[in-house]
């Protein structure tokens, strides 16, 4: 689903959004809005440190995300994880094939 900026706000704000979502364009400053908005909405400010998990794209990222995905909430009722700087270019998805391949298999089982 490709939404605009405003599109997405409402989407966000309905609760309408599933257990994974992609969040790109070319302007950095509506992405990074949008991810305060998703952060703001489901994590309290005193659970920050325990439910908000941010990961820099690097090789061996499966292991991070897996782990990040796999803790329960502490004292909040949502966790979120942030994937940042993911290359999605035919280069980028080619260096991380192995990576990606357990992140399909592992988000296809999660309800």
């Known amino acids: 689903m490709f939404l605009n900026y405003k599109e997405a706000i409402k989407y966000i704000n ?3 959004y ?3 979502n992609l969040i790109s364009g070319e302007e950095p400053y509506f992405i990074d809005k949008l991810i305060e908005h998703i952060i703001d909405l ?3 400010d005193t659970t920050k ?15 991070k995300i897996h782990s ?7 004292f909040g009722k949502y966790r979120v994880v942030i994937v ?5 270019s035919k280069t980028g998805v080619s260096s991380h ?9 592992y988000f296809d089982n999660i309800s």
């Open 42 to 44: 489901n994590i309290d």
């Open 97 to 105: 094939s192995n990576d990606l391949d357990k992140l399909i298999k």
């Open 49 to 63: 440190d325990f439910n908000l998990d941010i990961i820099e794209s690097e090789k061996d990222i499966y292991e």
């Open 18 to 20: 599933k257990n994974i």
């Open 68 to 74: 990040s995905c796999e803790t329960l909430p502490f």
């Open 14 to 16: 309905n609760r309408d």
């Open 84 to 88: 940042n700087n993911i290359d999605l």
